[in-house]
């Protein structure tokens, strides 16, 4: 599969902890993006990082790239019940295409 | 503005039926997506566009077509439905080049009986 893998499927934390999840793929890119799904909803998009940065931070969110390992994190700093979702990273795959992988469940508790 | 609309947003269908799903968005983008949504799958692209009156297909096309005779508006068919098909359809539009960010509407549910 082409797909992304991400690690892990499934997260459950206390509030205010920090959750960390992992994307790894298997070809070169040159930007990498994550995205957010609550239950029963379209995706929304968090970030993108291109693969000159090595960090990026949105508000909470803090997500880095390794190209030499193909790996990507995402960081939720001081987690909310609402950032209870699945999260989804994303790749291009040629000139239109994009690959998701296939998520890892994030249930924050309050 | 609404952004990305589906609909239906839910339907049920019997094997062999017919049903044309709808997406329409108001942001002037040129590409738009059909994906679906299975349990442990993430999304899979059916077909794409990256312009009023083109298509191309994507990972997994079989049993759908498409048509984009408007560029606001991307419609997926399903001719012949299968019970393999029971999934949530999202469609998703983005601007061509530097922002790649893509808006995602908020999804068909199709049962198929």
């Known amino acids: 599969s082409q797909q992304g893998e991400e690690d892990p499927q499934a997260l459950s934390i206390q509030e205010g902890e920090n959750a960390t999840m992992n994307c790894s793929y298997k070809t070169s890119i040159n930007n990498l993006q994550w995205y957010r799904q609550n239950s029963g909803r379209g995706l929304v998009h968090l970030i993108l990082i291109r693969s000159n940065e090595r960090e990026k931070h949105s508000g909470r969110l803090r997500v880095t790239l390794d190209t030499s390992k193909k790996s990507s994190s995402l960081l939720i700093t001081a987690s909310r019940a609402a950032d209870t979702a699945s999260y989804f990273c994303?790749?291009?795959?040629?000139?239109?295409?994009?690959?998701f992988g296939t998520g890892t469940r994030l249930k924050v508790l309050a | 503005n609404a952004g990305v609309t589906q609909t239906p947003k839910f339907r049920v269908l019997k094997t062999g039926q017919s049903m044309t799903l709808l997406c329409a968005q108001d942001m002037n983008h040129e590409y738009m997506y059909w994906y679906r949504q299975d349990p442990g799958m993430g999304l899979r692209l059916i077909h794409y566009s990256v312009g009023e009156g083109t298509t191309a297909k994507g990972e997994v096309p079989d049993g759908y077509n498409v048509s984009r005779l408007k560029k606001q508006n991307f419609l997926l068919g399903l001719e012949s439905a299968a019970p393999s098909q029971t999934s949530v359809y999202f469609c998703?539009?983005?601007?061509?080049?530097?922002?790649?960010?893509?808006?995602f509407g908020p999804g068909t549910r199709l049962l198929v009986l």
């Open positions: 998703a539009s983005s601007y061509p080049g530097y922002q790649e960010t893509q808006y």
């Open positions: 994303s790749r291009p795959s040629g000139t239109y295409k994009y690959i």
